[in-house]
Antibody, heavy 122, light 112 residues
Framework: EVQLVESGGGLVQPGGSLRLSCAASGFTFSDHYMDWVRQAPGKGLEWVGR??????????EYAPSVKGRFTFSRDDSKNSLYLQMNSLNTEDTAVYYCARGSTGTATEFDYWGQGALVTVSP | DIVMTQTPLSSPVTLGQPASISCRSS???????????LSWLHQRPGQPPRLLIHRISNRFSGVPDRFSGSGAGTDFTLKISRVEAEDVGVYYCMQATQFPLTFGGGTKVEIK
């Protein structure tokens, strides 16, 4: 069974940093692209970015709203995905989901984690 | 960025009756490789989204056949042939043809 479990969420002050983790199981993690998607309270979904697999040199894509502040990484030996968030502001308050890209070029997200809540507040 | 516009915002439906959601993109979703990367997701309250339909019309594993997707270019539709109680929630379309990936604003389906 495919499982994705996010952790590391919490309350942080504006300007602060936080690191989220996503632990994967039930599939060959190293084969897949992995993305982050966030959802502000009561709002819709917003794509945050992507980390490709080793075969594609672990290259990344970032949404303009987070580029330069957020950094994606992964450790295939630990079946884990990471999201380092710096210079956080109140607009970053959201539930952050990790999502598995479907086999191949990840043109859809076939499995999602339960999400981790990040609250940015003074 | 490609803007995805969904209508209606809300859709009250009677159990057993059909429902239809429209999604329009600000530019064609046909990729240079000829594929169209438009998917539909469903989110129940308090739950993460789950994939329903990918590449316009392909149902994901385990998705009931009362769900169907259609469309081309910039206009797409999700149809539920007979709404069941478990179908309530918010439906999103998503494009993965071009970065940044973008979602529609969501359509809330509720039972009358």
């Amino acid at each position: 069974e495919v499982q994705l479990v996010e952790s590391g969420g919490g309350l942080v002050q504006p300007g602060g940093s936080l690191r989220l983790s996503c632990a994967a199981s039930g599939f060959t993690f190293s084969d897949h692209y992995m993305d982050w998607v966030r959802q502000a309270p009561g709002k819709g979904l917003e794509w945050v970015g992507r980390t490709r697999n080793k075969a594609n040199s672990y290259t990344t894509e970032y949404a303009p709203s987070v580029k330069g502040r957020f950094t994606f990484s992964r450790d295939d030996s630990k079946n884990s995905l990471y999201l380092q968030m710096n210079s956080l502001n109140t607009e970053d308050t959201a539930v952050y989901y990790c999502a598995r890209g479907s086999t191949g070029t990840a043109t859809e997200f076939d499995y999602w984690g339960q999400g981790a809540l990040v609250t940015v507040s003074p | 960025d490609i803007v995805m516009t969904q209508t209606p915002l809300s859709s009250p439906v009677t159990l057993g009756q059909p429902a239809s959601i429209s999604c329009r993109s600000s530019q064609s979703l046909v990729h240079s490789n000829g594929n169209t990367y438009l998917s539909w997701l469903h989110q129940r309250p308090g739950q993460p989204p789950r994939l329903l339909i990918h590449r316009i019309s392909n149902r994901f594993s385990g998705v009931p056949d009362r769900f169907s997707g259609s469309g081309a270019g910039t206009d797409f539709t999700l149809k539920i042939s007979r709404v069941e109680a478990e179908d309530v929630g918010v439906y999103y379309c998503m494009q993965a043809t071009q970065f940044p990936l973008t979602f529609g604003g969501g359509t809330k389906v509720e039972i009358k």
